[in-house]
């Protein structure tokens, strides 16, 4: 039998959904605004390639977030749905950790420094993919889906928190502008920087 959650729960868990599709958005701008991006392929690419590269993941990252989300917020939301979601994010987060590990290095001054930030990064939100899917693996009626989307929400603001500050700190990799000038002629990064603009 599976039991509804409540409409407040319903409503936090929109609202968590929210969260991943801002936190797609917040990702794909802050990149864009720091131009740049790494991996742990020890592969060096042109920049501009490597800017479609990473803008091509992101862009696949954010729509699977967005459909997840919409799918959650159209149904019923109950233990099954709630899992599916999550499960859902647990993948493609995978995929874009995997999708950025493999990218290669961008050929730049700064592109050995950029890998391992993105690795790091590639890390960190696999790490918190996982913690979300064992909050939601754990719950068990309202009480404990209230306290898993508190977890989840503070996970989510903690995956925020990791992509800006990597990013951040790509941007003062970048001294010379190269990555920047990249991502702003790649091809597949013309709509986010349409998105972050």
Known sequence: MTRTVAGDDTLRMAVSTTRLAALAAVFAAVLLASGCGGSSSSDTKPAEDWANSVCSAITTWTSSVRKTGNDLRSGSVNKSSLSSAVNEFQQSTKQLADDLKGLGRPDTASGQKAQQSVDKLAGEIQSDADK??????????????????????????????????????????????????????????????????
């Open 132 to 197: 979300i899917k064992s909050e939601v693996k754990g719950a068990s009626g309202v009480a404990g889906y209230q306290k898993a989307l508190a977890n989840v929400g503070v996970t989510l603001t903690q995956m925020g928190e990791q992509v800006t500050n990597t990013f951040g700190e790509l941007g003062n990799l970048d001294a010379k502008g190269e990555l920047e000038s990249a991502f702003k002629k790649a091809d597949k990064c013309s709509s986010l920087v349409k998105q972050s603009g």
